[in-house]
């Protein structure tokens, strides 16, 4: 059993940037492959980045390409997500979600574990 909290979100002008923080339970957690998602109201929860267990493999979303970075530090069992050049279409709230069977993986349908989000606001 894995329990996931985010943080580090919350309202930032446009041009910003924010990182995120997902801080995990669990001395397994080094062998999860982690993604963040986002869910803006009204739409569908959509991939943003995944990271492989060992952060050797990183995917991104085209939306988000060049101005997010995904990374890990096993040791302090948290992933981040640093979001830079933010834009009033990056508002939403941010989940990560993580997996033990799945190498790495961007449906959100292959990971188990979620955690509760954080609110990114982007003002123009």
């Known amino acids: 059993q894995v329990q996931l909290v985010e943080s580090g979100g919350g309202l930032v002008q446009a041009g910003g940037s924010l990182r995120l923080s997902c801080v995990a339970s669990g001395r397994t957690f080094s062998s999860y492959a982690v993604g963040w998602f986002r869910q803006a109201p009204g739409k569908e929860r959509e991939f943003v980045s995944a990271i492989s267990w060992s952060g050797g493999s990183t995917f991104y979303a085209d939306s988000v390409k060049g101005r997010f970075t995904i990374s890990r530090e096993n040791a302090k069992n948290t992933v981040y997500l640093q979001m830079n050049s933010l834009k009033p279409e990056d508002t939403a709230v941010y989940y990560c979600?993580?997996?033990?069977?799945?190498?790495?993986?961007?449906?959100?349908?292959?990971?188990?574990?979620w955690g509760q989000g954080t609110q990114v606001t982007v003002s123009s």
């Open positions: 979600a993580a997996d033990p069977t799945v190498a790495v993986a961007r449906d959100k349908l292959r990971y188990k574990y």
